[in-house]
C-alpha cells in the first residue's frame, strides 16, 4: 500500500480518533478518597514537624541538618513581590498539612499496593500505561511514594530509578554529591519550604553511555483536602547518556485550597541528553509553585517540555543553565487557563558558555476569564561568544473577560550573539471558524480544532498516548465555551 | 552661572522655600500643586534598580545635596549665543517659531514668525503663560484634567519636577489650524569638563516642565533639543523634564526630540501624549549622548481610532546608559500602535529597553506592533530587552519582535570585500540600521539633522 | 420526475436579495433560480458582487441579509449558521481558503467527512473513499501530513477545496473562482472534479470572472452580475459573447479598460 495508508493511520488522525472517544463533562480525576493514613501531621509547619519527617525516614544527620536549614531560610524569606501577589498572599501556610504517610512503603507489585490507593491509581490509568509503554513507574500518594517499578534490562544496565527517599538511604554517596547543588534551598521561598518537608519525588541516575530509549514515568496524586505536596526529584545523566521522564499531576476537587511545591533538579554531564515531561492537571484548588532547575555541561542537551492545564495558580520557571561549551537546552511549553486560574509560566536560560543555543516555544490559551502570563528571562554572560537563543510566544484569546501577558526579559552581555524574541496575541480568526463551520463542523468544534491545531508543536514532541489524553482535557475545557 | 539663579540645594530646600523660588504672580491653584507635591516627593522612596521601571538604571549616585534647582530664567536674549545649537536650527530649516533656554549664559530667547501670530497661535515661555489670564485657565484646566486620570506614574522625580519646575513652554494650537514649520524648544545645558561623570557632577538642576496643547483638527510639528554647549566649567547634573502633549479629536502632531548631552548629566525624561478621537501623534526620540538618559515615552490612546506611531534611535557610546521605556496604553476601540525602537552601543555604553503594549478590556481590534533591535558594537556593550504584552481584550492584533546580535558577518564581509575597510563598514552597516528609522521620520530637518549627528557619533573612533 | 414534482426539484430559490457589509449595501436585489440538475454560471467584474453572493450562500457572519429570501430546498436558511447550512448539503468551494495551523488535512477531512454524514465512518473505508477522491484530482500523498492550507500554493488549495466538496457530495456546490491560479493542466483536473459533483440530484453554481473553466464545466445558464445584481441571463452562448465582446456590451457602460481574451 502506498503512503495514504501510513499517514492516516499512524500520523494524527489515529491521534485524534482516540482523543475523540468518551468524552465527558467534568474534571475527571476530581474524585476523593476516603483518608486512611499510617500518619497525617497536624496543620501548619514547626521545626518539630520537620524533625519527625526526618526521623520517621530515618534520614542521616547531614539531611535533617539540610532541612533544619531550609525551615530558618523559609520562615525568613518574603513572599515573592511580583507575579499574581494577590493569590499568593492568600496561601495560609499555618493550614496547610505538611506530612501525610499513607502506607507503609513503595511495593513493586501493583497487588502489593493497598486496595483503596491501588483502585485510584487503577482509575487514573497508572498501570495500564505502565503495560503499554513506559519503561519504569513511580506513583506517589500524598506524601509518599506508594508504587514503583522498572524494566529488569534497565536495571542491568545499572539504571537507578527510585523514589527519593529510596534513593537517599540506597545510594547516599550518590545523591549528597547532587543534592540541592542546582537549587539551593535560598533560592526562593518555595525551594526553601520544599527543601525543609520534602518528601517522595523520583531518583534517577543514568550511567555513562546508557540510553533509555523508552521513557520513565512518575505520577503525583494529592489525595487529602489542604495537602501540601512537596516531593523532590533529582535526575542525574551522566557523560553521554539519555533519559526522558515523564510526570503527570491530578487532585481531587475540594473547596478548600492545597499546595503542590516541588523541587526539580536535572543534572545533565557533557554529552548527556535529558528530556523532562510534565502534563499537569491539577484540580482548580491547587497552588502549583514549583521550581525547576537544569545545569547543562558542554554538548549536553536539556528539554523541558511542559504543559500546564490544571491548578489555581502556577507559577513555574523551568530552568536550563548552559554552563558548558555547545550546550543546548529547550523549553517547550503550552498553557491553558479557564475561569478563575492563572498560569504564570515561562523559562529561562541562562547562556554561561560560548557555543551554547536555546529555544524557547510558548503557547497559551486563556478562555472564560482565565490568564495566561509568559515570563521569560534570556541571559548571556560576558565571554559567552556565539550564542544563539529563539523565544517564540504566541496566545491566544477565547472571549473578551479573559487576559494575556508577555513579560520577557533579555540581558545580553556579550557582543557575538544572537538574540531573537518574537511574541504575538490574537483571537480565534473569524475567517477560519467560518471556513471551518462551512464544512459542517459546530462552533465548538470548529474552535476546538484550531486550539489543537494551536497546540500541535507541543502535542507532537508527547508519547502517543499523553497527546491523546491531553487532546481529550482540551476538548473537554472547550465544550461549550463559546456561544 | 550667577548665584541667584540657582536655589537652595534640594535636599536642604524647606517647604515654605519650595514657593518662594518663583514669581510672586503665579496663580494660587499653581501653588498648592507645588507644596502639595513637594510634601509627597519628601515621602516618596528614591527609586532603586529592585523597582521594575528603573530596573538597571542606577540613582543613587545622584546627591541631592549637591544640586540647586533653577530659577525661572529672566533675561533675554536677541540671538542665540550657542554656535553649535545654532547649527542645529539651521539644519532643521525654516521654524514657526524658536524658543531656547540657554543655562550656559543664563539667558532664553524667543522669536516668532508672521504665522504664529496671524493664526492666533501661543507659543509663550511657562512662566509667562501662567501670568497670563487665558493661558493660566487653559493650563489650570488641564492639570485638572491629568489630576483626573489614573496610571501617572508620581514617583521621586515627577513629584520633583511639580515642585520645582520654573522652565518651560507652552504651545497652544486653536482647532482647524495647520502650522507649516515646526516650533522648535532648544534647552543648552552648560557641558562642564569631558570627563566628569554624574556621580563627580555638582550644581545645576533643570526642570523643564512642557506642555502642548493641540486643539481638535489642528496639526502641529514640534522639535525638542536638549543639548550641552561645547565648554563650560559647570555641569548640569539633573535635567528632569516632564512633557505633555494634549492631542484633541482629528488632531495630528509630529513630534522629535534629540538628546545630545555630556557624560556628567543624568536626563530623567517623562512625556505622556493624550490622544482623542481619530487623533494621531507620530513621534521620534533620538538618545545620542548623556551621562544617564532615563526616558518614559507614554502614548494614552483615549478615545476610538486614535493612532500612535513611536520610533527611537539611540547610538551608545563612552560610559553612557540609556534606559528607554515606551508605553502605549490602549483605552479605547479600534486603536493603533507602532512602536520601533532601535539601540546601538559602542564602547561600554549599555542600553535598557522596555516596551509596555497595554491593552484595556474595551480596546477592542486593537493593533499594535513594537519592534526593538539592539546592535553590540563592542565587548564591552551591555543591551538589555523587556518587551512587554499585557491583554485584556480578545479581539486584537498584538505582536512584538526584539533582537540582540553584533553586526552581521555576511554583511560586513560584503563591504569589506569591497574594499572598504572594517570600521568603514561597520560604520556603513549602523548608518544603514539608523536609516530604516530616520526614513520614517515625518519632518524632514529632523532627519537631516539626525543623520548628521548620528554619523559624527558613528565616526567617532569606532 | 414530473412537472407536478418540480418544486421537490427545486435546489436554491432567491427572491429580491439584499446584502449590508458593514453598513454598505453589495447585493442589491439578486433572483436567482437553480433547480436540481443545472449548472449555473455567475459572471461578472470584479467588484460586482459575485463574490458576496457566494459567502451569503454560506452564511458568512459579516455578510447581513437585509432584505429578502435565500431558500434552499424551500427552507429559508438566511438566520442558519455555516455549519447548518454545511450539514444540509451546500458547500462552498473558497476563492482564497485560510490555513488552519497544526492541523493536519487527513485529520481535518475525516473530521469534516464525519461530521457530513452525522456517523463516523470505519477508518479502512474512509481512507479508500479518500485515495480514490485523491487520485481523481492528482492530488499528492505528502498533502495528507500537511496543514490544511497551510504554505499551499494557489493550485494545491483549489484541489483541496474540490476535494473537501467531493468527500461533502453537496446538493448545491458553490465555486468562488476556482479557476483563478490554475494552469491549464490543472484547470483540467480540478473541472473534472467539479463535473463528477454534478448529478440530476444535484445543482452547480460557478463564479467566475473568465469564461475558461467553462470550456470544461459546461452551464445551462450563465448569469451577469453587475453592480449587485444579475443584469442579463442566458445560454452558455452567453460567455461566449462575453469573452470576444467584454462586459460593456452587456452592461452597456463605457469601456474603463480593454476587454481582455
Known amino acids: 500500500m502506498s503512503k495514504v495508508d501510513e499517514s492516516t493511520e499512524s500520523k494524527t488522525p489515529s491521534r485524534d480518533e482516540l482523543a475523540l472517544e468518551g468524552i465527558g463533562t467534568d474534571y475527571k480525576y476530581g474524585f476523593r478518597d476516603e483518608e486512611d493514613y499510617v500518619f497525617k501531621s497536624g496543620r501548619g509547619l514547626t521545626k518539630e514537624i520537620v524533625t519527625k519527617i526526618s526521623q520517621m525516614k530515618k534520614e542521616p544527620q547531614w539531611m535533617l541538618d539540610f532541612r533544619l536549614k531550609a525551615f530558618d531560610i523559609f520562615m525568613k524569606k518574603p513572599m515573592p513581590t511580583w507575579g499574581n501577589c494577590d493569590l499568593l498572599n ?287 528571562l534570556i541571559k548571556v554572560y560576558p565571554d559567552a561568544k556565539n550564542v544563539k537563543s529563539s523565544v517564540k510566544c504566541d496566545a491566544l484569546l477565547l472571549d473578551e473577560k479573559s487576559r494575556s501577558d508577555t513579560y520577557p526579559t533579555m540581558e545580553v552581555d556579550e557582543k557575538e550573539v544572537s538574540i531573537e524574541h518574537e511574541a504575538t496575541v490574537s483571537k480565534v480568526g473569524e475567517e477560519q471558524l467560518f471556513y471551518l463551520m462551512s464544512r459542517g463542523l459546530s462552533q465548538d468544534e470548529a474552535t476546538a480544532m484550531i486550539v489543537n491545531g494551536f497546540f500541535e508543536p507541543f502535542t507532537k514532541e508527547l508519547p502517543l498516548e499523553y497527546a491523546v489524553e491531553l487532546n481529550r482535557l482540551i476538548q473537554l475545557e472547550m465544550e461549550g465555551s463559546v456561544g | 552661572m550667577s548665584e541667584q539663579a540657582k536655589g537652595p540645594q534640594v535636599s536642604t530646600l524647606a517647604k515654605d522655600q519650595v514657593g518662594g523660588l518663583f514669581a510672586t504672580q503665579e496663580p494660587q491653584w499653581l501653588k498648592e500643586r507645588r507644596l502639595s507635591a513637594w510634601e509627597s516627593y519628601l515621602q516618596a522612596p528614591m527609586p532603586t534598580v529592585k523597582n521594575e521601571d528603573w530596573r538597571s538604571t542606577t540613582v543613587n549616585k545622584l546627591d541631592l545635596g549637591k544640586l540647586y534647582p533653577v530659577k525661572a530664567l529672566t533675561k533675554q536674549e536677541a540671538k542665540i549665543q550657542s554656535a553649535k545649537l545654532e547649527a542645529s536650527l539651521e539644519k532643521i530649516g525654516e521654524a514657526a517659531a524658536v524658543y531656547m533656554e540657554d543655562y550656559a549664559t543664563s539667558t532664553f530667547h524667543i522669536a516668532a514668525s508672521k504665522e504664529i501670530a496671524e493664526k492666533k497661535i501661543t507659543v509663550l515661555p511657562l512662566a509667562q503663560a501662567l501670568a497670563a489670564e487665558t493661558t493660566a485657565k487653559d493650563l489650570e484646566k488641564l492639570a485638572a484634567l491629568i489630576d483626573a486620570k489614573r496610571g501617572v506614574v508620581q514617583d521621586k522625580f515627577t513629584l520633583m519636577n511639580t515642585a520645582l519646575s520654573a ?128 526616558s518614559d515615552l507614554e502614548t494614552v490612546l483615549e478615545d476610538r481610532g486614535a493612532q500612535a506611531a513611536v520610533k527611537g534611535i539611540v547610538l551608545g557610546a563612552g560610559k553612557e546608559h540609556y534606559a528607554y521605556n515606551t508605553i502605549a496604553d490602549h483605552k479605547a476601540p479600534d486603536t493603533t500602535s507602532n512602536i520601533v525602537f532601535r539601540v546601538a552601543l559602542k564602547d561600554s555604553s549599555t542600553s535598557i529597553y522596555q516596551g509596555n503594549v497595554v491593552v484595556d478590556k474595551v480596546a477592542q481590534r486593537t493593533d499594535a506592533y513594537q519592534s526593538n533591535k539592539n546592535l553590540l558594537l563592542s565587548r564591552a556593550a551591555k543591551a538589555d530587552s523587556i518587551p512587554k504584552l499585557e491583554i485584556l481584550a480578545d479581539d486584537v492584533k498584538c505582536s512584538h519582535g526584539a533582537t540582540v546580535s553584533p553586526v552581521d558577518r555576511d554583511q560586513l564581509f560584503y563591504l569589506m570585500s569591497r574594499g572598504l575597510t572594517r570600521s568603514q563598514s561597520e560604520e556603513l552597516i549602523v548608518t544603514g540600521f539608523f536609516q530604516q528609522v530616520l526614513d520614517l521620520i515625518p519632518i524632514s530637518g529632523v532627519k537631516d539633522l539626525l543623520a548628521e549627528l548620528a554619523a559624527s557619533r558613528i565616526e567617532d573612533k569606532m | 420526475m414530473t412537472a407536478s414534482n418540480s418544486n421537490s426539484k427545486r435546489i436554491l430559490e432567491i427572491i429580491d436579495l439584499h446584502v449590508k457589509v458593514e453598513d454598505k449595501e453589495i447585493l442589491k436585489g439578486v433572483n436567482l433560480t437553480i433547480n436540481a440538475g443545472e449548472v449555473h454560471a455567475i459572471m461578472g467584474r470584479n467588484g460586482s458582487g459575485k463574490s458576496t453572493l457566494s459567502y451569503t450562500v454560506m452564511g458568512h457572519p459579516r455578510y447581513k441579509v437585509t432584505g429578502g429570501q435565500m431558500l434552499y430546498k424551500g427552507q429559508e436558511i438566511s438566520e442558519m449558521s455555516p455549519d447548518e447550512r454545511c450539514k444540509l448539503g451546500i458547500s462552498l468551494a473558497f476563492q482564497y481558503p485560510v490555513a488552519i495551523s497544526g492541523v493536519s488535512v487527513s485529520n481535518f477531512l475525516r473530521k469534516i467527512t464525519n461530521s457530513k454524514r452525522g456517523k463516523e465512518i470505519p477508518v479502512k473505508e474512509f481512507r479508500q473513499e479518500l485515495k480514490a477522491a485523491m487520485a481523481k484530482l492528482g492530488v499528492k500523498d505528502e498533502f495528507l501530513s500537511r496543514y490544511v492550507n497551510d504554505g499551499f500554493s494557489g493550485g494545491e488549495k483549489k484541489r483541496l477545496e474540490i476535494l473537501q466538496l467531493s468527500l461533502l457530495k453537496p446538493s448545491l456546490a458553490v465555486l468562488d473562482e476556482t479557476d483563478s491560479g490554475l494552469d491549464i493542466d490543472a484547470l483540467k483536473t480540478v473541472s473534472e472534479g467539479v463535473n463528477a459533483l454534478a448529478s440530476d440530484e444535484t445543482a452547480i453554481l460557478l463564479i467566475t470572472h473568465y469564461q475558461r473553466m467553462l470550456d470544461y464545466v459546461q452551464p445551462d445558464f450563465v448569469h451577469v452580475f453587475q453592480d449587485g445584481k444579475i443584469v442579463t441571463s442566458g445560454g452558455k452562448e452567453l460567455a461566449l459573447e462575453l469573452e470576444s465582446r467584454g462586459y460593456d456590451w452587456v452592461t452597456g457602460e463605457p469601456a474603463s479598460e480593454p476587454a481582455k481574451v
Open chain 1, 90 to 376: 492568600d496561601i495560609d501556610f499555618q493550614n496547610i498539612f505538611y506530612y501525610i504517610k499513607p502506607s507503609i512503603k513503595g511495593e513493586k507489585n501493583w497487588e502489593d499496593v493497598p486496595d483503596n490507593i491501588k483502585n485510584t491509581f487503577d482509575r487514573l490509568g497508572i498501570p495500564e500505561a505502565e503495560r503499554k509503554f513506559l519503561a519504569g513507574v513511580t506513583a506517589q500518594y500524598e506524601s509518599e511514594v506508594v508504587y514503583h517499578s522498572i524494566r529488569e534490562d534497565l536495571e542491568q544496565q545499572g539504571v537507578i530509578f527510585l523514589d527519593m527517599d529510596s534513593g537517599l538511604r540506597e545510594h547516599e554517596e550518590i545523591v549528597r554529591k547532587h543534592f540541592a547543588t542546582v537549587i539551593p534551598a535560598a533560592d526562593n521561598k518555595f525551594a526553601a519550604l520544599n527543601s525543609a518537608v520534602w518528601s517522595g519525588g523520583s531518583f534517577i541516575w543514568v550511567p555513562e553511555g546508557v540510553k533509555v530509549e523508552i521513557p520513565l514515568q512518575a505520577y503525583f496524586r494529592i489525595n487529602a483536602e489542604n495537602m501540601g505536596q512537596f516531593e523532590r526529584t533529582l535526575i542525574i545523566a551522566e557523560p553521554g547518556s539519555f533519559v526522558h521522564y515523564i510526570e503527570g499531576c491530578t487532585a481531587p476537587v475540594y473547596s478548600s485550597d492545597s499546595l503542590h511545591s516541588a523541587v526539580v533538579e536535572l543534572i545533565a554531564k557533557p554529552g548527556a541528553h535529558i528530556r523532562y515531561t510534565t502534563i499537569q492537571n491539577w484540580s482548580r484548588n491547587v497552588y502549583n509553585l514549583v521550581t525547576k532547575r537544569a545545569v547543562a555541561h558542554a554538548n549536553a542537551k536539556v528539554e523541558w517540555v511542559d504543559g500546564n492545564l490544571g491548578s489555581k495558580l502556577t507559577m513555574k520557571y523551568p530552568a536550563i543553565y548552559l554552563m558548558g561549551e555547545k550546550a543546548h537546552g529547550e523549553v517547550l511549553s503550552i498553557a491553558f487557563a479557564g475561569e478563575d486560574q492563572h498560569q504564570d509560566a515561562g523559562a529561562k536560560i541562562i547562556h554561561g558558555a560560548p557555543d551554547t543555543t536555546s529555544m524557547i516555544v510558548s503557547k497559551s490559551i486563556s478562555k472564560n476569564g482565565g490568564r495566561t502570563s509568559y515570563r521569560g
Open chain 2, 167 to 294: 522652565s518651560g513652554l507652552y504651545v497652544h494650537i486653536p482647532k482647524n489650524t495647520t502650522v507649516t514649520a515646526p516650533v522648535v524648544m532648544a534647552l543648552n545645558l552648560p557641558a562642564g569638563a569631558a570627563d566628569k561623570a554624574v556621580e563627580s557632577s555638582e550644581n545645576l538642576a533643570v526642570f523643564p516642565k512642557v506642555i502642548v496643547h493641540v486643539e481638535a483638527n489642528s496639526t502641529l510639528k514640534f522639535v525638542s533639543l536638549t543639548t550641552a554647549s561645547e565648554a563650560s566649567s559647570e555641569t548640569a547634573a539633573l535635567v528632569n523634564a516632564v512633557v505633555e502633549f494634549h492631542v484633541e479629536a482629528g488632531a495630528r502632531v509630529e513630534v522629535a526630540e534629540v538628546t545630545n548631552l555630556t557624560p556628567g548629566t543624568f536626563f530623567v525624561n517623562r512625556v505622556r501624549a493624550y490622544l482623542g478621537r481619530d487623533a494621531q501623534i507620530d513621534f521620534t526620540t533620538a538618545g545620542l549622548g548623556g551621562g544617564q538618559v532615563k
